[in-house]
């Protein structure tokens, strides 16, 4: 291998340090450089924007690790991931040069939970797949990259240096070391075959998991049904090779360039003549959307972002995270009359979870987890129709192996799990909760998806039994965007609205239907060159009496954002307007109008060409005018944006904006106003977040509301009239209960022993140890989750407060 | 960017290393031929790290023994040929294979004349 290969050839001690970086996966550095050589280069150096290091090595190693930590908050793996890198001369001229090299340490196949038989993984997904090292005994990295220690050097690139800023855009003469770690590290992570370029061949004859999604269009067949000789031609086949995972095709709607446009086939570099190490892992170089260029182009341009990147290794089998916040009812009763979900993924054990925070102090209210091998996709809030304390969340997911697509319903102030149903597709885009129109007590939830044979399909079901609702077929389409009407038909039920391009004329359409009848009540062709990937729902300011769709794309070829203002009714459009501002849109929500225009203004959510920041944009719905333009002061990248109700006093409804920090790596609410003013922020995630793991003691009131009114203190159960077990769970009644009193059960055992949560009954009732007399607790329920009982066990710890 | 220490330290172990191979290539040290076997596979040129490429005579230049290694790293890490690999069946039937350094990809940088001089990454 190339670093052994070094190590042979250059004969000094190998000096290793370890740095972690610790997200939704953890990344370890591992160095491989000699002594006073690359990473450990001692040469004091000038400080950098946003790099502390006072040493090239140091600054290396930052700039290195900040890579590693975006990459750990977009996966989610419980084995931590080995990156080995070293610094070493890579081939160059004064022209043109390799500025990294990166691959895998070992491949595996037929292992325990492995998606595909017979098909071979890279380690570190491997890993993740399976929660454990494939290979623990064998110390190579799971992911090894080399990077450039010539450039700038005579003869090497000579014009250009290295940049050891951080979440800066490559371009001019700065090679940006965090944007090379970001690409190198995606090749370790799977992107790229095993395919010998030679001949075609597959790697001792199996598959790989990259090859399964790459096709050749005009053939129409994907690498692995194919026969040696047509994958080498394929390897050349320039614009003819496309990859193809439904993740991937779900979001190419937004590439302005880059797609078999008018499809959503995203095209792979396949040049006609063969770059060895090139060709096939990477995309086309014309890959771009809102004027950024994908992350995995095989050149550095000045703006390179992973804008299909996650799609892509989703598409592999990893478990991806996507940020999402929703906007909940006031349910802990403290300042704001709204708290907030943020679903993201928290740590020890890396997993996703949901936190339930107070919208105004931002604080945490309950976390609850999710399965270890999902990635959740979208999340909703679902009436509370249990009689609990709260609403009821309701995540998408989707995992890889088996291709289940499930929404889990949870509890808000419990986090207890409710419900999983389980759909019949083969990959969501998004879900949507619609109020009840079936009769049944309970919301529906809709998700929008495509079915194998490229058919887009809408299905609904009812939260309360499970059972499916409707199923709408759509035309043969590339998917952009859904929602949900109030009826403009008449009927009682609500209508859907998509969009969606045709493939073969590349138009955009949009369709209104009825919930449960499935007429198509509007159907008409949005403008040319228009690529929508996300909408909102307006108030009716013009056109019929129905009311009005804001459509969010790009223009088609430029890559500027667009908004397309729909009547639902006739399907006319009302305002197209195209924003120079270079951003790739994220997300739309529709506010109460502050301006004095008959219409709502709609809030805008993208991130910067220019500065990779986050961009926050409100305009006029009805004139399309911007009223504020926001940037984040720091390098936060965007995820997702919710609209609460007024909280600072201005005329203007707020938002809660949802990004991750490129250097810390911390997953952040923002509370702004929707005229820029920041009310408040908070980190929810990463490093020092304030859920991840549940560390943090409950108060006991928090216990009383969130445990035990919700799910215990219940006629037949443990209420003042039933007493089950001698024990009445009653606000007011619990804590002397509880707390140094003898079960009845184990009366050797207090029910709750201050300091001792392993001699506490009530926690071997809750976790269902062996040792326990009757069921484990909550009857029924499957248990709290872990991080509400990791919230318990600290308030005992902490020596079980009355507080 | 590498220094001007960093350039002689490299030039020293190209040298070193040039004895070395030159030692092999001599009297076929069974030693380190082992130890060539168990750390990586039988790469394109094998110590030809060290041979000029232009004459394929060994060279004690070092500028030549250094684009020689880039050569090298390039054959050996863009090779995407399974010969010579083996997979390694585990106790639970997890399959392995140890790729030996190959199936690797880049990622390159052009620089291109323009009006303000060149810059990085304009195709």
């Given at each position: 291998m190339i670093r052994s290969t070094l190590r042979r050839l250059l004969p000094v001690p190998l000096v290793v340090v370890v740095a972690t970086s610790a997200g939704a996966a953890t990344f370890v550095l591992e160095i491989d450089d000699p002594p006073n050589q690359g990473f450990n280069?001692?040469?004091?150096?000038?400080?950098v924007a946003g790099n502390p290091g006072t040493t090239l090595g140091e600054q290396r190693v930052f700039a290195f690790e900040a890579a590693l930590q975006e990459w750990g908050n977009r996966l989610v793996s419980r084995v931590d991931v080995r990156v080995k890198?070293?610094?070493?001369?890579?081939?160059?001229?004064?022209?043109?040069?390799?500025?990294?090299?990166?691959?895998?340490?070992?491949?595996?196949?037929?292992f325990p939970g492995a998606p595909k038989p017979k098909t071979w993984?890279?380690?570190?997904?491997?890993?993740?797949?399976?929660g454990a090292d494939r290979a623990p005994a064998v110390q190579d990295g799971h992911i090894e990259i080399t990077l450039n220690d010539d450039l700038g050097s005579g003869g090497c690139l000579s014009s250009l240096k290295w940049d050891y800023r951080v979440g800066v855009p490559a371009g001019g003469r700065n090679v940006s070391l965090f944007v090379v770690t970001l690409h190198e590290v995606a090749h370790g992570l799977g992107f790229g075959t095993l395919v010998d370029t030679s001949n075609g061949s597959k790697a001792m004859g199996f598959n790989d998991a990259y090859m399964l999604h790459l096709e050749d269009h005009s053939l129409g067949k994907t690498w692995d049904k194919m026969t040696n000789a047509q994958r080498l031609a394929s390897l050349t086949d320039d614009g003819d090779l496309h990859f193809i995972g439904p993740s991937a095709l779900l979001h190419s709607t937004s590439l302005a360039g880059g797609r078999n446009d008018p499809g959503s086939h995203v095209l792979v570099h396949a040049p006609s003549q063969l770059d060895d190490g090139i060709s096939v892992n990477h995309l086309d170089l014309s890959l771009s959307s809102g004027n950024l260029d994908d992350l995995m182009e095989p050149r550095l341009g000045p703006r390179l972002d992973p804008i299909l990147t996650d799609h892509i290794l989703q598409d592999l089998g990893w478990p991806v995270s996507h940020p999402t916040v929703r906007t909940l009812e006031d349910i802990d009763g403290a300042g704001a009359p709204n708290d907030a979900a943020v679903l993201?993924?928290?740590q020890d054990p890396p997993r996703h979870e949901v936190q339930v925070i107070d919208a105004t102090s931002l604080e945490p209210i309950t976390v609850f987890g999710l399965a270890a091998d999902v990635s959740a996709l979208d999340m909703g809030v679902v009436t509370n129709y249990r009689n609990t304390a709260a609403s009821e969340i309701a995540v998408l997911t989707w995992r890889t192996k088996g291709r289940l697509v499930r929404v889990f319903v949870h509890d808000a102030s419990s986090g207890n799990r409710i419900r999983i149903l389980s759909f019949q597709a083969s990959y969501p885009k998004s879900m949507v909760v619609v109020p009840s129109y079936t009769g049944s007590s309970a919301d529906e939830i809709a998700i929008f998806t495509v079915l194998a044979s490229g058919a887009i399909k809408v299905i609904v079901k009812d939260v309360q039994s499970g059972a499916t609702v409707t199923n709408q077929t759509y035309p043969s389409a590339i998917a952009g965007a859904f929602g949900v009407l109030p009826s403009i038909g008449g009927s009682a039920a609500p209508d859907f609205v998509v969009a969606y391009v045709d493939p073969t004329t590349g138009t955009a359409m949009m369709e209104v239907r009825d919930a449960t009848s499935g007429a198509t009540l509007t159907s008409s062709a949005l403008p040319m060159d228009f690529l929508p990937t996300d909408l909102a729902v307006?108030?009716?300011?013009?056109?019929?009496?129905?009311?009005?769709?804001?459509?969010?794309?790009?223009?088609?070829g430029k890559g500027q954002p667009q908004v397309v203002v729909v009547d639902a009714g006739s399907g006319a459009v009302l305002r197209t307007k195209t924003y120079s501002d270079r951003f790739h849109p994220r997300g739309i929500e529709a506010i109460a109008d502050y301006a004095g225009t008959p219409a709502q203004e709609l809030v805008i959510l993208g991130r910067r060409a220019s500065n990779l920041r986050t961009r926050l944009l409100v305009i006029d719905a009805s004139s399309g005018a911007a009223l504020t333009t926001t940037t984040v002061a720091q390098k936060e990248n965007p995820h997702d944006l919710a609209v609460i109700p007024n909280l600072a006093g201005s005329a203007a409804d707020d938002v809660l904006l949802l990004t991750t920090n490129v250097a810390e790596g911390d997953v952040k609410v923002f509370a702004k106003d929707a005229r820029g003013q920041t009310l408040g922020s908070r980190v929810v995630g990463g490093d020092d977040g304030g859920g991840g793991g549940g560390a943090n003691a409950f108060t006991f009131t928090q216990i009383q509301s969130q445990v035990f009114t919700a799910t215990c203190a219940l006629a037949g159960c443990h209420n003042a009239g039933s007493q089950r077990a001698g024990l009445n769970l009653s606000a007011g009644a619990s804590f002397g209960e509880l707390v140094g009193v003898a079960s009845s059960q184990r009366p050797a055992l207090n029910r709750v022993q201050p300091n001792q949560p392993d001699n506490s009954y009530l926690i071997k009732k809750l976790r269902g140890d062996s040792d326990i007399q009757g069921s484990r607790m909550p009857s029924g329920a499957g248990g709290l989750s872990q991080t509400t009982m990791d919230r318990i066990i600290a308030w005992i710890n902490e020596g079980a407060p009355n507080n | 960017m590498t220094s001007d220490v960093e350039q002689r330290w490299v030039v020293v172990e190209l040298r070193l290393l040039l004895v070395a191979a030159c030692v092999v290539a001599l009297c076929g040290c069974p030693g380190a031929q082992d130890e060539a076997r168990s750390t990586s596979a039988p790469a394109p040129g094998g110590l030809r790290a060290v041979v000029d490429p232009a004459s394929g005579e060994l060279t004690a230049?070092?500028?030549?023994?250094?684009?020689?290694?880039?050569?090298?790293?390039?054959?050996?890490?863009?090779?995407t040929s399974d010969a010579g690999l083996y997979e390694e069946e585990m106790a639970d039937g997890t399959i392995m294979l140890d790729p030996q350094g190959r199936f690797r990809s880049g990622l390159r940088v052009t620089v291109s004349d323009d009006a303000e001089g060149a810059s990085a990454g304009e195709r």
């Open positions: 280069d001692p040469s004091s150096r000038a400080k890198a070293g610094w070493g001369p890579l081939e160059c001229t004064n022209n043109d040069g390799l500025v990294g090299m990166a691959g895998v340490g070992r491949y595996f196949r037929n993984y890279p380690w570190a997904l491997a890993n993740a797949l399976s993201l993924v928290g307006l108030e009716n300011f013009g056109g019929t009496a129905a009311g009005e769709v804001a459509f969010l794309g790009v223009k088609r | 230049d070092p500028g030549v023994g250094l684009e020689s290694l880039r050569v090298q790293f390039r054959e050996e890490g863009f090779s």
